[in-house]
């Protein structure tokens, strides 16, 4: 009996230590990877991902587009490859190609407060614009407008200081992508007014900002366009990720 007992009690002890050290050996797993979770990005290092829309997949949501520049690529079976070709220099496509990241890469920069650039045109169409927008149920704050200071700046390292264009690229990319919502819905400032008459002042605004420019880069107007028709001509549902 009294051996059956020491048995038992030592069957017990071992039991405790081998579920003390596995809990130690996690302990000690979750520390090195906290340790870990954390490291600096080198300046050479961008993030570029690219993602199908469609029935099977999610939207992205307001908290990942307030961070990122969203474009959209045409099908590839509609684009005219023969433009495509024409602007390929056949002579480099045999020739190895050297970049030296150092060079490739500026260095990050931290976004601009708008604050201290408010009265810059961009500045101004945009804070209009979210004002309009906003009864939609859309918003955008400061980050945004930072984000647009930032791009504009950038886009002047590559010779285009068109405003009409970066305005255009931006609205693209950052704004439009958010357009998603049923256009019957009334808006909720006591006017009978709907969010798809709202969409067409939408339309009519960013028209008359660009009303001076002639590019044919200017595209955010007949992409809003065919917003507002796909919903007209189907059940008033607005989304810019559909074709």
Not at 71 to 96: A, G, Q, V
Not at 156 to 172: R, Y
Request: hydrophobic fraction near 35%.
């Amino acid at each position: 009996m009294l051996n059956e007992n020491l048995e038992k009690t030592l069957q017990e002890n071992n039991e405790h230590e081998l579920l003390r050290k596995i809990q130690s050996l996690k302990l000690s797993e979750r520390q090195r990877i906290r340790c870990q979770s954390s490291f600096t990005l080198p300046n050479n290092v961008r993030f570029i991902g690219t993602l199908n829309v469609d029935d099977t997949t999610y939207y992205l949501s307001p908290k990942i587009l307030d961070r990122v520049h969203i474009i959209r690529f045409e099908n590839p079976l509609f684009i005219n490859m023969e433009n495509i070709e024409k602007e390929i220099n056949t002579d480099l496509l045999n020739s190895s190609i050297h970049i030296n990241p150092l060079t490739f890469f500026d260095e990050k920069s931290a976004y601009p407060n708008f604050l201290s650039r408010k009265d810059e045109k961009i500045v101004k169409k945009l804070i209009t614009l979210s004002n309009m927008i906003e009864s939609l149920g859309i918003s955008f704050g400061p980050r945004v407008v930072n984000q647009a200071l930032l791009y504009s700046d950038s886009m002047k390292k590559f010779n285009e200081d068109d405003e009409d264009v970066v305005f255009n690229n931006f609205v693209l990319q950052k704004i439009f992508p958010r357009f998603l919502f049923d256009s019957s819905d009334s808006i909720s400032d006591g006017s009978s007014r709907t969010k798809l008459d709202i969409l067409n002042e939408v339309s009519v605004f960013i028209r008359n900002s660009l009303s001076n420019s002639t590019s044919s880069e200017i595209t955010c107007i007949a992409e809003l366009n065919k917003v507002i028709t796909k919903a007209q001509q189907g059940n008033l549902q607005v989304n810019y990720w559909i074709k």
